[in-house]
């Protein structure tokens, strides 16, 4: 096939990512953690790359004489590289801007393999010294070792293309394509991650119990009362030694019914307590700078309702910082494959003649495209003593 010559605009900038705002610059393109197109640090490959993306912006926005040129300037074999790498690069990109929230109350983790990992814990050893008599042994103490243990599941979905809807471009299937798989992986993960804390009748009664003396007193409804109560739960565990957990900061993790209620706490101006003989009445009572908000972080997670079909709009939760200490719970990532992969079916066609067909031809039976998404991701709760939870009544 004959190759027309590529537009020879500037390329210290490239076009906007479609659907998004983040500049498409080549550092942009080319960092993160894609794998699979091996010749991205080939400078002609990333002119290339550069010119497709001038181009392909062009022809989304309605200019004719862009779609004619997109048609004719690539290669077979240059198309199955370069388009399929701008899909994947606007992948990788929607998911970075895609907003997360589990890792405020879970530690991030990475695996190396399907296989059960195991994460060891060793408690004892730091109880108070005791006094030694002169020429008296020392007293031996012991140390228990713990464990927790999980692996990583694959999770992944097709979407079929017509080539049709490659001719037809306006209908918006490539631009919208890595939005909607960035967004499924996105919420995948957020899903995962609350659902290994709430059960479908509330907080998980395994890992919240009084047996591990993390339920709120009375569980109460969220409040500054019921915040102040939370914190002195969490506030009264200790480690195996019978000494003090320390706790710099927490989330507070509230289902959308009680975002309102929450952020009228955090953000208060000051606080009146009754404490030092005074009363919320104004008689005697002290008024405080909110402390609060120093110390929580307010996340609202809109799976709570729908994974807790009982307690979901007045249940909350408080997690000291997963990134200090003992996490309350671990997500982890297969290594090298921490963001979703992206591929597309190579197509079962070829030219009479001879001559490679790109994967916008679609396969010979039936023009289709077939894009696949994969990710990879498991989880387990690790440490009751660093999260407490209330059913809020």
Do not use: C
């Not at 550092?27 to 894609?34: L, Q, Y």
């Not at 993390?214 to 569980?219: A, K, L």
């Not at 597309?344 to 067909?357: H, L, S």
């Amino acid at each position: 096939m004959t190759t027309a010559t590529l537009p020879s605009a500037g390329l210290n900038r490239l076009a906007t990512f479609e659907g998004g705002t983040e500049d498409a610059s080549t550092a942009n393109i080319f960092g993160g953690e894609g794998r699979r197109v091996t010749r991205r640090t080939d400078p002609a490959y990333q002119q290339g790359l550069s010119e497709v993306m001038r181009l392909y912006e062009r022809a989304l926005t309605g200019s004719r004489r862009a779609a004619l040129d997109f048609q004719e300037a690539l290669t077979r074999s240059d198309f199955s590289y370069l388009f399929a790498d701008v899909i994947d690069r606007q992948l990788l990109a929607a998911y970075s801007t895609m907003p997360i929230q589990w890792d405020t109350w879970a530690r991030r983790g990475r695996v190396r393999d399907f296989r059960t990992v195991k994460r060891f814990t060793l408690d004892g050893g730091k109880a108070l010294l005791s006094k030694v008599k002169e020429l008296a042994p020392y007293t031996a103490r012991s140390v228990a070792d713990g464990i927790y243990s999980y692996s990583v599941d694959k999770y992944g979905a097709e979407i079929d293309i017509s080539w049709e809807s490659i001719v037809n471009d306006d209908l918006g299937a490539f631009q919208d394509l890595p939005q909607a798989l960035a967004l499924a992986a996105r919420r995948t993960e957020e899903q995962f991650a609350t659902g290994l804390f709430a059960s479908s009748t509330g907080p998980n009664a395994t890992f919240y119990s009084s047996g591990n003396k993390n339920v709120v007193t009375g569980n109460p409804v969220l409040s500054v009362s019921g915040l102040q109560t939370a914190f002195t739960v969490l506030a009264s565990q200790v480690d195996s030694d019978g000494g003090p957990i320390y706790i710099n900061g927490v989330t507070l993790v509230v289902p959308p019914a009680l975002e309102v209620v929450a952020n009228n706490i955090i953000n208060a101006t000051e606080i009146i307590a009754a404490a030092g003989g005074g009363d919320n009445t104004g008689n005697d009572a002290l008024r405080v700078a909110n402390w609060l908000q120093n110390k929580i972080r307010v996340v609202v997670n809109p799976w709570l309702p729908l994974i807790d079909t009982t307690k979901g709009n007045t249940a909350w939760y408080l997690f000291a910082n997963p990134n200090e200490g003992r996490p309350a719970m671990e997500v982890g990532f297969l290594t090298g494959h921490e963001t979703p992969d992206l591929w597309v079916k190579a197509p079962d066609a070829m030219r009479v003649g001879g001559g490679m067909v790109g994967p916008e031809e679609g396969d010979f039976s039936n023009d289709g495209i077939r894009y696949r998404v994969r990710h990879v991701l498991g989880g387990v709760l690790q440490d009751p003593k660093s999260s407490v939870a209330s059913t809020g009544g």
